[in-house]
C-alpha cells in the first residue's frame, strides 16, 4: 500500500469515529418511523402512494420547526406485502434503526404478523390502510392503532346504504363476491351481522369466491346473472375490481343488479384505470375520496399530493399522511417520542382534524379498541372529470355517522383480545 | 341446473379456456423444444400487455395492428433475453435449477423496468370497435370481444400445427427438441434456431397479454397472476406438449366454469383437483405422446 493511501485510509477512519458520537448525538432529536408498505406487483400503486403522502405530512411538520424541537424522519422499506418479510423489517427497525414508531402497510396478512412484533418490543405500530377488522378487536394489544377505517365500519355504513334503498327502491335478494381470503370473508360476514342488526330482511342466492388477483372472472360473472340477485356485492379490490367490471360489461350486468362495493371499491384508481367504460350508478366507497368532503383542507390535500407526485392519489395515501400527523400530535403532547407508555395515552381518545373529516366532525380515536372513528360515505359513480384521466367519479353522496357505524360492545365482546376483554364493560 | 345455464356456462369456460392456453402455448413450446423452463414467461405477457397499452391508447394505432405490434415487440425482447443472458448458462450440470434462478429474476427485473417506463397506475384499454357488445339469445349472452379470442386461440392452433407440420421451419424445430447436437453436425445454426424459437414463444406471451389487455388490469405484477395457471396447463398437456396444453386449457376452462356455477364454495379447488389426480396416475401428463423424449 502506497503511504498516501495509508494516509488517506486513516483519515477516512478518523473521519467515521468523529462523525460517530455525532450521529447519536443527531439521533437524540429526532421521531424515527420505520416504515413498511409494498413497492412492487400490484398493491405496489397504495404503497407509493402511501409513502409520497407520508414524505409530504414529514415535510410540512419538519418546515415548521418539527415537533418540539424533534426533526421527523421517515423511513421504507418495500415489504412486498408479505407477513414475514415485514416481520423482518420491523424487527431490524427496532433493533438497530431505533425507530420510535413502525408505520404502515396495505396488507392486513402483514398487519396481523406486525402487530405481533408491535406487542412483543412495546413499540407502537400506526396501522394506515389495513382494513382487517381482527387488529382492534380478536388481535388487538396496547401498542397498535389504526387511522384508517376497517372493513366492520364500512360493511356497518353499507348495511344502513341498503336498508335506506329497501325504502326507496325495494330490494328484496342478495348476491356476494369477493376475494378467498380474510379480507372477502370478514366483509360479507361483517355486512350480514351489520343487516340482521338493522333488522333487514334480504335473502342470499349466491356466494363466490374467486381467488385474490385472478385474472379471469367470466365463469363467476354468468353464474352470477343465473342467480339474479338485485343487489351484487362486491368484495373485490384494486385490479381485481377493475378486470370484474370490465368483464361484465358487455354481459349487461349492471343494468341487471346494482353492483355495490362499500369497503374498497370506490378507490380513485378503479376510475382512473377504466374511464368512460366505467358504468354510473354503481354503489362505492373507499377509505378516502379525492372529492368528498368538499373542504378546503381536503382539496388542499389532493392538490398538493398531486402537485408533489403528479397524479391524483389512491386511498391508502391519505391514512399514511393522517398517521404522521397522528404521530407529531402525540410526540407534541408527550414532548418525547421515546416515552412510549405517555405516547399511548396520548394516542388513546386522540381528537386530530384530518382531510377526510366534513365540516363540524373531527376523527378520533376510541380508547377501547384503538381504532379511529370517523364518517363514512358511500357515492354512485357519476360523470366528472375533474381529476383526469378519470371521467367518472362519486357523487350523489350518503353519509353515515361516525359513532353509528362502530361496531357494538355485544361484537367486541364475541371478538376481543385479552387486552380488550379487560377494558370492556361487564 | 338447466341446459341453458349449461351452455352459458361452456361458453364462459371456453373463454377462459383461450386465454390460459394462449399463455401455456408460448411456455409450453419453449420446453418442448429448447427445454427451456421460462418462469418468466408471464413477464412477457405483462410486457405484452403494456406495449399494446402504448401502441393503441398513445400512439393510436388500431387496436389488431397494435396487438400484432406488442407481440412483436415482446418477441424481440425474448429473443435479446435468450441470446444475451439464457444460452449462457445452455448445457450446465443442473441447468434446470439455474433455469428457475435466472428466469426468476428476470421477473424481478421485468417488473421493475415496467414500473420505471409506465408507472405504477393502473392501465387498461377499451375493446376494440365493433367487439364492445354482445350476442344476445334469450339467456345466452356471448361477448363479442370473448368470441374473438376464441377465434385468434383457434387461429393460432391452425397456423401452429401447419408450421410445425409443413414446413422446413417447422420440422427444424422439431429436430432441435429431439436431438440438437445432430442438429448442428448436418449444418444448421442451432444457437439462432434457439433464439428465433424463444422469440415466437414470448411472442405468443406477448399477443395474449395484449389481447388480454381489455378484458384485465394492466399492471405490474401481472406476469406472476398467470403463470401458476399456464404452468397447470402445461404439466396437465405434457411438458412440451403443444396440442396437449390446448385440450388442457379446455379441460381446467369448463371444469372451473362447471364448478363456479355447482359448488362456487369449492371453485378454486377443482382445477387443482385435477393435476394432483393426473401427476398421480399419470405423471407424464394427461396428453403426453406416447414416446417420451430421451434426455
Redesign the interface.
Known amino acids: 500500500m502506497s503511504s498516501r493511501k495509508a494516509w488517506g485510509l486513516l483519515a477516512l477512519a478518523l473521519a467515521l469515529v468523529m462523525a460517530l458520537p455525532l450521529g447519536v448525538c443527531a439521533q437524540d432529536k429526532v421521531i424515527k418511523i420505520g416504515a413498511m408498505y409494498p413497492m412492487?406487483?400490484?398493491p405496489?400503486?397504495y404503497g407509493?402512494d402511501s409513502v409520497a403522502a407520508a414524505e409530504m405530512a414529514v415535510a410540512e411538520i419538519n418546515a415548521k420547526g418539527g415537533v418540539k424541537g424533534h426533526k421527523l424522519v421517515f423511513i421504507n422499506t418495500d415489504s412486498q406485502a408479505k407477513p414475514d418479510l415485514a416481520v423482518q423489517i420491523a424487527k431490524r427497525y427496532i433493533s438497530s434503526e431505533n425507530v420510535h414508531f413502525i408505520f404502515g402497510e396495505v396488507s392486513s396478512g402483514a398487519g396481523l404478523a406486525l402487530t405481533e412484533v408491535s406487542n412483543q418490543y412495546k413499540k407502537i405500530f400506526i396501522g394506515t390502510d389495513h382494513a382487517s377488522t381482527q387488529l382492534t378487536s380478536d388481535k388487538l394489544q396496547p401498542y397498535y392503532f389504526r387511522v384508517s377505517n376497517n372493513t366492520f365500519q364500512s360493511m356497518a355504513a353499507g348495511a344502513l346504504y341498503l336498508k335506506e334503498r329497501q325504502q326507496s327502491k325495494p330490494w328484496a335478494t342478495l348476491a356476494y363476491i369477493g376475494p378467498?381470503y380474510a379480507y372477502g370473508h370478514d366483509q360479507w360476514n361483517e355486512l350480514k351481522y351489520n343487516l340482521d342488526r338493522f333488522g333487514v330482511k334480504y335473502k342470499v342466492v349466491?356466494?363466490?369466491?374467486?381467488?385474490l388477483?385472478?385474472?379471469?372472472y367470466?365463469?363467476?360473472?354468468?353464474?352470477i346473472?343465473?342467480d339474479k340477485p338485485d343487489i351484487l356485492v362486491a368484495g373485490l379490490w384494486?385490479?381485481?375490481t377493475?378486470?370484474f367490471i370490465?368483464?361484465a360489461?358487455?354481459?349487461?350486468l349492471f343494468q341487471k343488479m346494482l353492483y355495490f362495493s362499500p369497503d374498497g371499491g370506490g378507490n380513485y384508481?378503479l376510475m382512473?384505470?377504466?374511464?368512460?367504460?366505467l358504468p354510473v350508478g354503481l354503489a362505492l366507497s373507499g377509505r378516502h375520496h379525492n372529492n368528498w368532503p368538499d373542504t378546503a383542507a381536503n382539496k388542499k390535500f389532493v392538490q398538493d399530493f398531486f402537485k408533489k407526485a403528479g397524479?391524483y392519489p389512491s386511498y391508502a395515501a391519505e391514512g399514511a399522511y393522517s398517521g404522521i400527523h397522528a404521530i407529531a400530535q402525540a410526540v407534541e403532547q408527550v414532548g418525547n417520542p421515546s416515552d412510549t407508555e405517555a405516547l399511548v395515552k396520548a394516542f388513546e381518545g386522540m381528537k386530530i382534524k384530518l382531510p377526510e373529516d366534513p365540516e363540524g366532525f373531527t376523527s378520533y380515536i376510541d380508547p377501547l379498541t384503538h381504532q379511529i372513528v370517523q364518517v363514512q360515505a358511500i357515492g354512485e359513480t357519476v360523470a366528472n372529470k375533474d381529476f383526469p384521466p378519470a371521467t367518472r367519479m362519486l357523487g350523489n353522496w350518503k353519509v353515515y355517522k361516525a359513532e353509528e357505524i362502530m361496531p357494538p360492545v355485544e361484537y367486541l365482546k364475541d371478538h376481543s383480545s385479552e387486552c380488550l376483554k379487560g377494558r370492556l364493560p361487564k | 341446473m338447466d341446459l341453458s345455464?349449461l351452455l352459458?356456462?361452456f361458453?364462459?369456460?371456453l373463454?377462459?379456456a383461450t386465454?390460459?392456453f394462449l399463455v401455456a402455448s408460448g411456455l409450453t413450446l419453449i420446453f418442448g423444444v429448447g427445454g427451456v423452463f421460462n418462469f418468466a414467461h408471464g413477464s412477457f405477457y405483462m410486457l405484452g400487455a403494456y406495449l399494446a397499452y402504448t401502441f393503441v391508447a398513445t400512439v393510436k394505432l388500431n387496436f389488431w395492428v397494435g396487438a400484432l405490434a406488442a407481440a412483436l415487440g415482446a418477441g424481440i425482447l425474448g429473443m435479446l433475453a435468450e441470446a444475451l443472458i439464457l444460452r449462457r448458462i445452455y448445457g450446465r450440470a443442473e441447468e434446470g435449477g439455474f433455469q428457475i434462478l435466472l428466469t426468476y429474476s428476470l421477473i424481478l427485473i421485468i417488473?421493475?423496468l415496467v414500473?420505471l417506463t409506465w408507472?405504477?397506475?393502473?392501465?387498461?384499454l377499451?375493446?376494440p370497435p365493433g367487439l364492445?357488445?354482445?350476442l344476445v339469445m334469450g339467456d345466452l349472452?356471448l361477448?363479442?370481444?370473448?368470441l374473438a379470442i376464441i377465434g385468434v386461440g383457434l387461429l393460432v392452433v391452425v397456423l401452429a400445427w401447419l408450421v410445425l407440420t409443413r414446413t422446413r421451419a417447422g420440422r427444424i424445430a422439431r429436430a432441435t427438441a429431439l436431438d440438437r447436437e445432430t442438429l448442428g453436425v448436418l449444418g444448421i445454426n442451432v444457437p439462432l434456431t434457439m433464439t428465433v424459437i424463444f422469440g415466437i414463444a414470448t411472442a405468443l406471451g406477448g399477443l395474449t397479454g395484449a389481447l388480454?389487455a381489455?378484458?384485465?388490469?394492466v399492471?405490474?405484477?401481472?406476469g406472476?397472476?398467470?403463470i401458476i395457471?399456464a404452468l397447470i396447463v402445461v404439466v396437465l398437456g405434457g411438458m412440451g406438449n403443444f396440442w396437449g396444453a390446448w385440450l388442457a386449457a379446455l379441460l381446467l376452462g369448463e371444469v372451473?366454469?362447471v364448478a363456479?356455477?355447482v359448488a362456487?364454495?369449492w371453485?378454486?379447488l377443482f382445477s387443482y383437483l385435477v393435476m394432483v389426480v393426473t401427476l398421480i396416475f399419470k405423471p407424464e401428463g394427461l396428453f403426453a405422446p406416447r414416446q417420451v423424449r430421451k434426455v
Do not use: C, H
Open positions: 412492487t406487483g400490484r405496489g400503486l407509493l378467498d349466491g356466494e363466490y369466491w374467486p381467488k388477483a385472478a385474472p379471469d367470466t365463469a363467476f360473472i354468468t353464474a346473472m343465473k384494486g385490479g381485481d377493475v378486470a370490465k368483464q360489461l358487455p354481459y349487461g384508481e382512473s384505470a377504466t374511464g368512460d367504460e397524479r | 345455464s352459458v356456462q361458453v364462459s369456460g373463454s377462459t386465454l390460459l417488473d421493475d414500473k408507472g405504477t397506475e393502473y392501465k387498461s377499451s375493446r364492445g357488445g354482445a349472452v361477448p363479442s370481444y370473448n388480454a381489455p378484458l384485465r388490469s399492471t405490474p405484477g401481472a406472476i397472476e398467470v395457471d372451473n366454469a363456479v356455477a362456487p364454495e371453485a378454486s
